[in-house]
Antibody, heavy 121, light 107 residues
């Protein structure tokens, strides 16, 4: 059973970058895909992108393509989300989640606890 | 992109009530829908995958149904611990769009 632990809250100024980590434990780190999801205050979750921890392959949402970089460190069992050019609208909770896939279907389970990122001058 | 529209956006019900949430996709998506429960201050948790399959450990009062464009999540006999916001999600296809959520309050 995989358990995801995320880094702590961040406060950033507009224009800065933020890097959030997601450490997986309890399973072979190379065997799955991690998704990143943002949830602004009072809003629905918004998918940002995914990274395959074995191959390092990534896919980004068009909404974040220009500013988002997903990486992983297999030796540390950790995935990273780096978002640049921060603006106030990027304030929210950032979740990592493990993809579970079966044939053509997939779902996110489990999720990390989330990391609050606040962007404020 | 496929849009996912939930209704209602909020509801208030009593313990023991049967509650149904609807999620409508802007085009046919077969059964590529998941449902999540998000309790206040917590991460979402998977309830139902592939439209009607409950995650292991999910109470049997939670039932998913539907295919094509119309999907439902039904909670039979609402319990106090079901206070949460529920989201549908398009699965197996980026951008994995979520519905706007249905917040359930207990009367």
């Amino acid at each position: 059973q995989v358990h995801l632990v995320q880094s702590g809250p961040e406060v950033k100024k507009p224009g800065a970058s933020v890097k959030v980590s997601c450490k997986a434990s309890g399973d072979s780190f190379t065997d799955f895909t991690i998704h990143w999801v943002r949830q602004a205050p009072g809003q629905r979750p918004e998918w940002m992108g995914w990274i395959n921890l074995g191959s390092g392959n990534t896919k980004y949402s068009d909404n974040f393509q220009a500013r988002l970089t997903l990486t992983r460190d297999t030796s540390a069992g950790t995935a990273y989300m780096d978002l640049s050019g921060l603006r106030s609208e990027d304030t929210g909770i950032y979740f990592c989640a493990k993809e579970v896939a079966s044939m053509r279907w997939d779902w996110f389970d489990p999720w990390g606890p989330g990391t609050l990122v606040t962007v404020s001058a | 992109d496929v849009q996912m529209t939930q209704s209602p956006t909020s509801l208030s019900a009593s313990v023991g009530d049967r509650v149904t949430i609807t999620c409508r996709a802007s085009q046919s998506i077969s059964n590529f829908v998941n449902w999540y429960q998000q309790k206040p201050g917590k991460a979402p948790n998977l309830l139902i995958y592939a439209a009607l399959n409950p995650r292991d450990g999910v109470p049997s009062r939670f039932r998913g149904a539907g295919s094509g464009t119309d999907f439902t999540l039904t909670i039979n006999s609402l319990q106090p611990e079901d206070l949460a916001t529920y989201y549908c999600q398009l699965s197996a296809s980026a951008p994995y769009t979520f519905g706007q959520g249905t917040k359930i309050e207990i009367k």
